[in-house]
């Protein structure tokens, strides 16, 4: 039964009477300029605005939530729904109860809310809970089963001339797994040719590189695709999306038959535990991308991983334009999930996961950064997500506030 992967233990008495009390909580929706335009199939984006959540309880202890929406990808929800819904539905929940996750996603998974304001109360609240115990986030959900995970970068919509200069620079800093983003405009052909022209310098710089159409492509496009990668299987290791969502599972599962060798992972297909269970069941994709955002936090992201885990299909971390708030929370479940997709062991080639979001961002609220070093984002140490938010810089970012305290 899938309950069987969301953990819904019920606390005891003494767990609700000895943990802190939540007595304020503070949104900010903030606007984060990128350093630079990345193009995607949704557009080109040249910042992103998120929603960061505080919450506090009484014993003065501080947890962390993000939302982090992006139009197109996470319609119908933006950063004013996931306002709205915080300040009307879930904070009126949350200030005045024990700050007990499982008590907490009991208490506000069935209200009339979007996934990803659920996914900031879930993630502060999980943040105060290990806090408040002094032990790691990854320790509160269930122990760390590694402690480092290599990252890969991603290249927008651009030439096959400029991913090879981003590529060989980027592997000067120790990355060495690539993602190219193509869907909307750019064809299935030109996605082979980018694929190919990576093919021909890729082994001098022992790297490897998948394809995100974020659903840009239709079935006969996306089959396109996957015959014409052929010839340069081995050094494309996925094909993330090609189709939207509402496409059959049928047909994604004629596009997988079609890569061959070349894995088929979906990501808007895949945001909800019952998703990740019809995915599976029908065969569809072999692995799944996951975001801690997208799918509503800590508890229901970690589930979703168990999921793929226990039916055999590969885990792609991933992420959207994020600060170090969610970054850290999804290096924890990552840290603590039991599988995590990996290169190929024929050559031998490591395979990276998506911790570089705070890179793309000109400036950041948090010290995330700090954890990635040489291609490789490494577990903090310290309590809950192990960061520390610049509260002055949150407050300047800030576009609109809600307040939400005991009465």
């Known amino acids: 039964p899938l309950t069987g992967f969301t953990n819904p233990t019920v606390p005891s008495a003494a767990v609700m009477a000895g943990a802190p009390v939540v007595v304020s909580a503070k949104a900010y929706s903030i606007q984060l300029p990128l350093v630079s335009p990345y193009a995607t199939a949704y557009g080109t984006l040249t910042h992103s605005t998120n929603v960061v959540l505080r919450l506090t309880a009484a014993d003065g202890t501080v947890g962390w939530g993000e939302a982090a929406p992006l139009t197109g990808f996470t319609n119908p929800e933006t950063s004013e729904t996931v306002m709205a819904d915080l300040r009307d539905r879930l904070l009126p929940l949350v200030v005045g109860a024990p700050a007990v996750p499982n008590a907490v996603f009991?208490?506000?998974?069935?209200?009339?809310?979007?996934?990803?304001?659920?996914?900031?109360?879930?993630?502060?609240?999980?943040?105060?809970?290990?806090?408040?115990?002094?032990?790691?986030?990854?320790?509160?959900?269930?122990?760390?089963?590694?402690?480092?995970?290599?990252?890969?970068?991603?290249?927008?919509?651009?030439?096959?001339?400029?991913?090879?200069?981003?590529?060989?620079?980027?592997?000067?800093?120790?990355?060495?797994?690539?993602?190219?983003?193509?869907?909307?405009?750019?064809?299935?052909?030109?996605?082979?040719?980018?694929?190919?022209?990576?093919?021909?310098?890729?082994?001098?710089?022992?790297?490897?590189?998948?394809?995100?159409?974020?659903?840009?492509?239709?079935?006969?496009?996306?089959?396109?695709?996957?015959?014409?990668?052929?010839?340069?299987?081995?050094?494309?290791?996925?094909?993330?999306?090609?189709?939207?969502?509402?496409?059959?599972?049928?047909?994604?599962?004629?596009?997988?038959?079609?890569?061959?060798?070349?894995?088929?992972?979906?990501?808007?297909?895949?945001?909800?535990?019952?998703?990740?269970?019809?995915?599976?069941?029908?065969?569809?994709?072999?692995?799944?991308?996951?975001?801690?955002?997208?799918?509503?936090?800590?508890?229901?992201?970690?589930?979703?991983?168990?999921?793929?885990?226990?039916?055999?299909?590969?885990?792609?971390?991933?992420?959207?334009i994020e600060t170090g708030i969610t970054q850290a929370a999804m290096l924890a479940v990552t840290c603590a999930m039991p599988g995590l997709l990996e290169g190929p062991k024929a050559p031998a080639r490591p395979w990276g996961h998506s911790f570089f979001s705070c890179h793309r961002l000109a400036d950041n609220i948090t010290d995330f950064r700090r954890f990635v070093v040489d291609g490789v984002a490494s577990l903090p140490s310290t309590p809950g997500l192990g960061i520390t938010v610049d509260e002055p810089k949150v407050a300047a970012a800030a576009i609109d506030v809600v307040e939400v305290v005991t009465s």
């Open 106 to 320: 009991a208490r506000t998974k069935d209200v009339d809310a979007g996934l990803m304001a659920k996914g900031a109360v879930d993630m502060a609240v999980w943040d105060v809970h290990a806090r408040a115990r002094n032990e790691r986030l990854v320790d509160a959900i269930g122990g760390a089963v590694r402690t480092r995970v290599p990252l890969w970068w991603s290249f927008g919509d651009q030439s096959a001339e400029a991913d090879e200069a981003g590529v060989r620079a980027k592997v000067t800093e120790g990355i060495h797994s690539f993602m190219f983003k193509v869907g909307g405009p750019v064809g299935p052909q030109a996605a082979v040719a980018r694929v190919a022209a990576f093919a021909r310098y890729a082994d001098d710089v022992d790297a490897l590189c998948c394809v995100d159409a974020n659903a840009g492509w239709t079935e006969s496009q996306a089959m396109t695709f996957a015959a014409g990668v052929q010839p340069y299987a081995r050094h494309c290791l996925f094909l993330e999306q090609p189709m939207p969502p509402t496409a059959p599972h049928e047909a994604f599962a004629r596009v997988r038959k079609t890569l061959g060798i070349v894995l088929l992972v979906a990501d808007e297909s895949i945001v909800t535990l019952a998703d990740g269970a019809a995915l599976a069941a029908t065969g569809a994709v072999g692995g799944v991308s996951i975001k801690c955002s997208k799918s509503g936090g800590v508890t229901r992201t970690l589930a979703i991983a168990r999921l793929a885990d226990a039916v055999g299909m590969a885990v792609q971390v991933n992420s959207m």
